[in-house]
């Protein structure tokens, strides 16, 4: 079976390493986190593949407006504890 070897976020450069910074930053607010979670790491080989999925990450985690809605589509799920039905 195939693994993949993790980067050491102590080595990495560039735009990776902008990117680790950010993932960290936002893992640290959000969760507590101390260091940068595996995902990232597993991503770090390739800094195309790595910022593609740090953009999408992003674009899906927003936080909502302040108007009790994300900005998904209108779902509402975070803020009542309830799925729409409609």
């Known amino acids: ?8 976020p102590a080595t990495v450069e560039g735009r990776v390493r902008e990117i ?4 960290l ?6 969760f507590g986190a101390t260091e ?8 770090g080989h390739s800094a195309n593949l790595l910022e593609a999925n740090w953009n999408r990450s992003r674009a899906l985690m927003q936080r ?7 900005h998904m589509g209108g779902c509402n799920r975070y803020t009542t504890g309830r799925w729409p039905l409609a």
């Open 1 to 8: 079976m195939t693994t993949i070897r993790m980067v050491d």
């Open 20 to 23: 680790f910074d950010a993932a």
């Open 25 to 30: 930053r936002r893992e640290r607010t959000v």
């Open 36 to 43: 940068i979670s595996n995902i990232w790491r597993c991503m």
């Open 64 to 70: 909502g407006d302040g108007t009790g809605r994300s």
